[in-house]
């Protein structure tokens, strides 16, 4: 009898240590990654050109409602679909940005935080294995490339149109896994 109940609670303490909502980088380090990611975006906006004359005719619906589809999700939904928008953002951002006025060393520490975010978070995902992709996101983030990058040249003005897209998921993406650090 003992032996069952020390068994159970060796469990439990497995089970939780790997829980998404026990995970310690998320805990102690993904607020200060975060905060440093949204600070490189900004510092690109200090060095661009920031004239996008043709932002009405290049741009791309923001996915609202996968947002709210996903703030609906279990722990490990959210998680998953963070570390999507992340790996989406550094492919987006590892496209020829040589008409972008942003110091190439700002672009390699951006996208090393947004990497390590993402490897990490990743790493607090229980089934990793089994960890399902959004097909919707992965195409808004194809139809970003297409239709403001691609068409726009990868201009300077495209860039900065991307730098502010972008901005907005980090921003989102933060308050998800805010909500499962504020729901302890």
């Given at each position: 009898?003992?032996?069952?109940?020390?068994?159970?609670?060796?469990?439990?303490?497995?089970?939780?240590?790997?829980s998404?909502?026990?995970?310690?980088?998320?805990?102690?380090?993904?607020?200060?990654?975060?905060?440093?990611?949204?600070?490189?975006?900004?510092?690109?906006?200090?060095n661009s050109?920031?004239?996008?004359?043709?932002?009405?005719?290049?741009?791309?619906?923001?996915?609202?409602?996968?947002?709210?589809?996903?703030?609906?999700?279990?722990?490990?939904?959210?998680?998953?679909?963070?570390?999507?928008?992340?790996?989406?953002?550094?492919?987006?951002?590892?496209?020829?940005?040589?008409?972008?006025?942003?110091?190439?060393?700002?672009?390699?520490?951006?996208?090393?935080?947004?990497?390590?975010?993402?490897?990490?978070?990743?790493?607090?995902?229980?089934t990793?294995?089994?960890?399902?992709?959004?097909?919707?996101?992965?195409?808004?983030?194809?139809?970003?490339?297409?239709?403001?990058?691609?068409?726009?040249?990868?201009?300077a003005?495209a860039w900065?149109?991307?730098?502010?897209?972008?901005?907005?998921?980090?921003?989102?993406?933060?308050?998800?896994?805010?909500?499962?650090?504020?729901?302890?």
């Amino acid at each position: 009898m003992l032996n069952r109940i020390f068994f159970a609670c060796v469990f439990l303490g497995v089970f939780c240590a790997c829980s998404p909502l026990n995970c310690r980088w998320m805990d102690h380090k993904f607020r200060q990654y975060s905060k440093n990611s949204l600070d490189l975006l900004d510092m690109m906006a200090n060095n661009s050109t920031n004239s996008t004359e043709d932002e009405e005719q290049h741009t791309v619906a923001f996915p609202h409602h996968l947002y709210t589809q996903v703030s609906k999700a279990t722990a490990e939904g959210k998680l998953a679909f963070t570390v999507q928008i992340l790996k989406e953002v550094c492919a987006l951002f590892e496209e020829d940005d040589s008409s972008s006025s942003w110091q190439e060393i700002t672009v390699e520490h951006f996208l090393n935080v947004v990497n390590k975010q993402a490897d990490e978070l990743h790493s607090c995902i229980e089934t990793q294995g089994q960890m399902k992709k959004s097909t919707k996101l992965h195409m808004y983030f194809k139809r970003l490339s297409n239709e403001i990058l691609k068409k726009m040249g990868h201009s300077a003005e495209a860039w900065e149109l991307i730098r502010r897209e972008i901005k907005v998921h980090l921003l989102r993406a933060d308050q998800l896994v805010s909500s499962l650090l504020t729901s302890k």
